[in-house]
Structure formats: structure tokens, C-alpha cells
């Protein structure tokens, strides 16, 4: 209701992008510290089972491999990502993206999935009221029907934003 998620045919491959946007009432910052990489991520989203930092570049940039649930009663089970991600500011927000990069370990539990260039900004509306739009172009791989990836898609984006705003509230 308070979030909005779309898609549209994606230019990086044969899927879709889905874009996700809505309010969160704190500041970019304190969002970003949360989205991105690191102690607070794992402990608030839903979706992920696992993290873990492979290899810290600087301050603002890691490679992370995670894995995520299975979602549709594991009509879609579970996937692990290798992720390069890098966060900074952009014009007067906050801009965390990433997208997978090549890994030879494999968690044979998972299906290795593969994110295309995504992307979090995060800009102030007002005191402590941020506008945080997400751009996701997630391959699953797999044999899974397309109506299946839009359910899950639009479902584990809206929980996002329900599951991170809760984590901010404490």
C-alpha cells in the first residue's frame, strides 16, 4: 500500500528490472547503514539466511556472499550471490549498488543466482523522512515460471521495506 513495485523488460539480460519505491522516516544515512553490507543487514531482512564479507576493498566497497530463503514454498529455493557492492554519496542522498561478480566456491544447498547492476538510493524529503528507491535485476536461474519470480519479486521487495522500516524503529 505504501510501497510501489514495478517492472519493465531489463537491457542487461533476458529477465526484468523491478524498481521499488517508498518512504521510510529516518535519514538516508542511518538507511544506508542498514541496506549496505555489514553488522545490521542480517539481523533485520528476512529474505537473507547468510553473509559473510569475502574480501573488504576500502571503507565503501566489499565483495559479500549471501544466500536467501526459499520463497512460494520453496517454488523458488533458496540462492547464494557474490556480490561486489559499493556505497556513496550522490548529489544530496545516498547510493549503495552492487552487482555479482565471479566466485569459485559454492554452497551446494543453493542455486547460484546472479544480480545484474542494481541499486538503492536513498535522498531526504524532510527531517528524518527518506525517499529510498531500489533498482533490482535479479537472474534466479533456474527453471521458474516468470509469474512465480514476479510473486516473489514484488513479495520479498514490499517485505523489505516493511522489515527495515521495523528495524529502524528500535
Not at 537491457?11 to 526484468?16: C, H, L, T, V
Not at 555479482?100 to 547460484?112: A, F, I, L, Q, T
Not at 547492476?117 to 536461474?141: A, H, K, M, N
Request: proline share 5%.
Amino acid at each position: 500500500k505504501d510501497v510501489t513495485v514495478w517492472r519493465k523488460p531489463s537491457a542487461e539480460f533476458s529477465g526484468f528490472l523491478y524498481k521499488a519505491q517508498g518512504f521510510v522516516m529516518e535519514t538516508p544515512q542511518r538507511i544506508v547503514d542498514y541496506i549496505r553490507p555489514g553488522p545490521y543487514r542480517l539481523e533485520w531482512d528476512s529474505l537473507m539466511t547468510s553473509m559473510d564479507i569475502v574480501e573488504t576493498l576500502d571503507k565503501a566497497c566489499c565483495v559479500m556472499r549471501y544466500t536467501t530463503a526459499g520463497q512460494l514454498w520453496n517454488i523458488i529455493s533458496p540462492r547464494e550471490f557474490v556480490d561486489f557492492s559499493y556505497t556513496t554519496e550522490y548529489q544530496n542522498g545516498l547510493l549503495s549498488c552492487g552487482v555479482s561478480v565471479p566466485y569459485d566456491e559454492h554452497k551446494h544447498s543453493c542455486v547460484r543466482g546472479f544480480n545484474h547492476p542494481c541499486g538503492w538510493f536513498c535522498v531526504p524529503v524532510e527531517e528524518s523522512r527518506s525517499l529510498l528507491t531500489g533498482y533490482i535485476q535479479t537472474d534466479l536461474r533456474g527453471l521458474i515460471p516468470q509469474t512465480a519470480v514476479d510473486t516473489a519479486m514484488a513479495s520479498s521487495l514490499t517485505n523489505f521495506y516493511t522489515d527495515l522500516r521495523t528495524a529502524l524503529k528500535t
